[in-house]
């Protein structure tokens, strides 16, 4: 894995936005990041501070954890859909793209 920085988000969130693709965003290991240099910066939020046009034409996937929850025997994954969409999914699955 890797932490992308702020302005390295910026860049993959206008891409998916002139190229019209979904940007779907692991972040499930956020609170397990231990270097100073890179911290860990969320998609979502980044996404939320460049406003407009992005924020309403960006449809982004955030994917996080709950596992932690109830102990190691309980699994489950929390998505933040972003203005996703719903009449495009799976109608045209190129256009996804992950980071």
């Not at 290991?29 to 939020?45: C, G, L, M, T, W």
Request: hydrophobic share 35%; net charge negative; charged share 20%.
């Amino acid at each position: 894995g890797q932490c992308l920085s702020y302005d390295n988000l910026k860049e993959l969130i206008k891409f998916a936005h002139d190229e019209k693709i979904v940007l779907m965003a692991d972040e499930v290991y956020q609170e397990n990041i231990y270097q100073d240099e890179r911290p860990f910066v969320s998609a979502r939020k980044v996404l939320y501070e460049m406003g407009e046009p992005y924020k309403s034409g960006v449809e982004l996937l955030s994917f996080h954890t709950v596992s932690k929850v109830g102990g190691c025997s309980h699994w489950g994954t929390a998505i933040w859909a972003c203005s996703l969409n719903v009449n495009s999914v799976g109608s045209n699955q190129n256009r996804m793209y992950g980071i």
